[in-house]
């Protein structure tokens, strides 16, 4: 009996290092039994010894069950009640370790990686703005005040990073109301861990910049096929009165299919001009200005422009992307002010400099030895950093149906602080999810707050190192990050290593400090600042362990591995991850509870299955065909997702809503929205009476069980019974009745907590789509991967 296909692994093909410590480890190629799992216990009667929960341990092998009603929540920090109740938001800024172990020997004997998540320019309904003429800061680690500083008396204050002793500004305690000086921790800098300045001229190299915004457009024949202008075009019609900026705001446009087009916009024109270059070998601007035009002046040309466009290239027969040289002229216009590059391309570009050449394998798509994941040329990684130092970023926009290599052209974006998205098969009528994916993102993309000119510096506790950076961003110095443009939805991430014993320290903390020019050209200071415990117990440390911020260093951790080692190497090292973890806390255990049993600690009861669902991510899997364009974005997402959306990815949320009420419901405005119980990804929670919507981030399917009634089908499809609901739909009806409103609340409740839009599909359980929602069943075995309950019996021999 071997092992199923696509489940070996095995020394074979050499050393393997694990992920944190570069010790060999190997798996046994040995077969399993398949035993189905045993009784089902309850948390509740578990290891009572314990007072705190989380000190608790699961037995996996036994407890199915992992996933609470309501779903994870971080874990919080064991801190004294004034410090908990100003620490920083978790959605802001969290650490794989809630309490930090004191040496980098424990750090090793608990084989969890240690590094923090942050999502520093959130949108945030609260934000305490300050307008001070002197930011008080550290002397020493140059540490803004924050409230977990301790005050030596009224005039000085201790810095919590580096322990120097301060003087105290007199302004700082001086109360301009009662004109008298007071008590410096009523100020909002000790008061709140999050907290934006309203920067003095010190701490800007030149005057702020005006918001500028360059759209480079493909136009090629397959560009106009899709009809993606059309939706741009009018989308930023829609909102081009709502886009970041001031009176200074300047916008641009470059079409391009084998050559490029640049529009010349001035005031004094009675329509926009359009040049032709066709020299793409050699890229010139063919007006020294005008191409790049003040909004506020022009807008009715701007909106003329954007009329027309959509049907100026209607039966371009040119084939020929120019994208790179498009790039390079982009790069030029915007480098005396910098600004925002968004390209949307539909093609492999084909012309000119940066040209690239289709490299997959369509027949080595399942294959375990990935190919390509990496970029074909430094074109793009070097016009990035070109970019970079001008304070342009570049987002690009894939709309392909054929292979385009985003594995070459995302490197444009990812050091140049810019983003990437991806709208696999788009067509403006073919495929309505993506249209509607496209049309909705495109919306936000317009009018979401945006940061030019930024830096970010992360410092943290003397004896702590921070040593790998994750995300898109270019490392000017060992802590500053150079962001040309900073937006609200991405997230960062990083590795530390304890350099120092923090012995004698009760806390550590970080401080996150994001220098920006706003759209109103104000510079800003946002300061994050977290405050950890720090503890010398094993069972403290496991205690407060976040598994998501965990998983989600890990795969950042594995996408580095992929790209600079194997695909079989981080899958390797992902697997180890569970295996290390698994062994070192068995070793906790008196030796009686460790026979026939697979012990986690409570805290990290998901972690080996969130492993088991990496390695069928479209990032990490082999063995089922994914596209190579697929993996690699998927790989990008790892890395400058914000962790709750990369989960939702992940593991996306499974509900039962066939029975929607209002138990457990909660009140958004004047609306009572239903909260159905999470369910884990598995066929065995899915009943054919039921209905069931899968939140998958990027996507929402809502399925529906053969046996369903036909009172749900009548009054959520407005189909008389199962059979009648149509094949496909792209939507639900807005009926008029509890049941259907009951679920479209729910499911536009789920939609208002992500920055971008989810389409919904309706799939039938005997539909042809129906892979789309069973490829989300992670737990459940598949032809090419093992089950949930497979991996774990396929670890255990290795757990020592
Ligand atoms: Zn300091």
Request: proline content about 6%.
């Amino acid at each position: 009996q071997g092992l199923p296909p696509g489940a070996q692994s095995g020394p074979a093909s050499g050393v393997m290092n694990d992920v944190f410590s570069g010790q060999k480890a190997g798996m046994p190629n040995n077969a399993y039994p398949n035993s189905t799992a045993g009784v089902t216990q309850n948390f509740g009667n578990l290891n009572l010894q314990y007072s705190d929960p989380n000190q608790r341990s699961v037995n996996l092998l036994q407890e199915r069950h992992l996933l609470p009603y309501e779903g994870i929540e971080p874990p919080k920090a064991k801190l004294e009640h004034d410090f908990k109740k100003v620490n920083c938001s978790p959605e802001i800024f969290r650490c794989t370790l809630s309490t930090m172990p004191q040496t980098q020997s424990l750090l090793n004997k608990c084989r969890l990686p240690l590094g923090i998540l942050i999502h520093p320019f959130k949108d945030l309904s609260q934000l305490p703005v300050i307008q001070s003429s002197v930011i008080v800061r550290c002397k020493s680690c140059r540490t803004y005040i924050n409230p977990f500083v301790t005050f030596v008396d009224q005039r000085r204050w201790k810095c919590n990073l580096c322990y120097r002793v301060n003087d105290l500004p007199e302004e700082f305690s001086f109360d301009p109301v009662s004109k008298t000086y007071g008590d410096p921790q009523r100020r909002p800098e000790i008061k709140s861990a999050t907290i934006e300045f309203i920067a003095p001229s010190e701490y800007m190299l030149r005057p702020p910049q005006p918001a500028v915004y360059l759209y480079l457009l493909d136009v090629s024949f397959n560009a106009v096929e899709t009809g993606y202008l059309q939706i741009f075009c009018q989308t930023l019609l829609d909102e081009i009165d709502r886009i970041p900026g001031d009176s200074r705001t300047q916008i641009g446009f470059i079409t391009y299919d084998s050559s490029l087009h640049y529009y010349y916009i001035a005031e004094d024109l009675s329509q926009p001009k359009m040049f032709v270059v066709s020299d793409i070998d050699d890229v010139f601007l063919p007006s020294p200005d005008g191409l790049l035009c003040n909004l506020t002046e022009c807008r009715d040309l701007v909106v003329d422009l954007l009329t027309n466009l959509p049907t100026m290239f209607e039966g371009n027969k040119e084939t020929g992307s120019a994208l790179g040289a498009a790039l390079l002229a982009a790069h030029k216009l915007t480098s005396p002010t910098g600004g925002r590059v968004s390209v949307f391309q539909t093609v492999l570009p084909s012309v000119g400099p940066g040209a690239l050449k289709a490299r997959e394998d369509p027949n080595q798509r399942a294959a375990k030895n990935v190919q390509h994941m990496g970029p074909a040329t430094d074109f793009y990684k070097k016009l990035s950093l070109d970019c970079s130092a001008q304070q342009t970023a570049v987002d690009v926009f894939f709309l392909n149906s054929q292979y385009i290599d985003i594995a070459s052209i995302a490197c444009i974006s990812k050091y140049s602080g810019g983003c990437i998205q991806y709208y696999p098969g788009f067509h403006i009528t073919r495929n309505v999810a993506q249209m509607e994916r496209f049309e909705n993102d495109l919306r936000r993309y317009f009018t979401r707050k945006i940061g030019f000119e930024s830096v970010m510096r992360i410092r943290c506790t003397k004896g702590l190192s921070i040593h790998t950076f994750h995300g898109n961003f270019f490392v000017r110095s060992t802590d500053l990050l150079s962001l040309p443009n900073i937006n609200p939805d991405t997230g960062f991430g990083m590795q530390m290593s304890i350099e120092e014993p923090l012995t004698d320290l009760s806390t550590v903390c970080f401080q996150a400090a994001l220098l920006y020019t706003s759209s109103k050209g104000e510079r800003r200071i946002r300061v994050h600042t977290m405050c950890l415990p720090v503890s010398n117990q094993q069972t403290e440390i496991y205690a407060g362990a976040d598994q998501q911020a965990i998983i989600g260093l890990l795969a950042k951790m594995g996408v580095d591995r992929c790209i600079g080692s194997s695909m079989q190497d981080a899958r390797e090292a992902m697997k180890n991850a569970a295996i290390d973890l698994l062994s070192a806390f068995s070793n906790t255990l008196p030796s009686g509870q460790r026979m026939g049993a697979l012990n986690c600690p409570f805290s990290l009861r998901l972690m080996p299955l969130y492993i088991s669902a990496l390695l069928k991510y479209n990032a990490f899997r082999v063995g089922s065909s994914t596209k190579l364009d697929d993996r690699v974005f998927s790989m990008e997402m790892c890395k400058s997702q914000p962790l709750a959306q990369f989960m939702l990815t992940l593991y996306p949320s499974l509900y039962p809503v066939h029975a929607l009420d209002d138990r457990n419901a909660v009140s958004k405005g004047d609306q009572v929205v239903a909260q159905p119980q999470l369910l884990q990804l598995s066929f065995a929670n899915i009943d054919r009476h039921g209905a069931y919507l899968l939140d998958a981030g990027d996507h929402m399917y809502l399925y529906v069980g053969a046996a369903i009634s036909d009172k749900f089908c009548s009054e959520v499809l407005d189909a008389p019974n199962f059979q009648s609901v149509p094949e496909t739909m792209n939507d639900i009806p807005e009926l008029e009745n509890e049941t259907s409103e009951r679920l479209r609340v729910f499911i536009n409740y789920l939609i208002d907590q992500r920055p971008f839009y989810a389409p919904l599909t309706v799939i039938r359980d005997d539909s042809r789509a129906r892979m789309q929602f069973v490829q989300y069943m992670v737990e459940d075995r598949t032809e090419s991967s093992l089950s949930y309950y497979e991996f774990l019996q396929h670890i255990q021999p290795s757990i020592k």
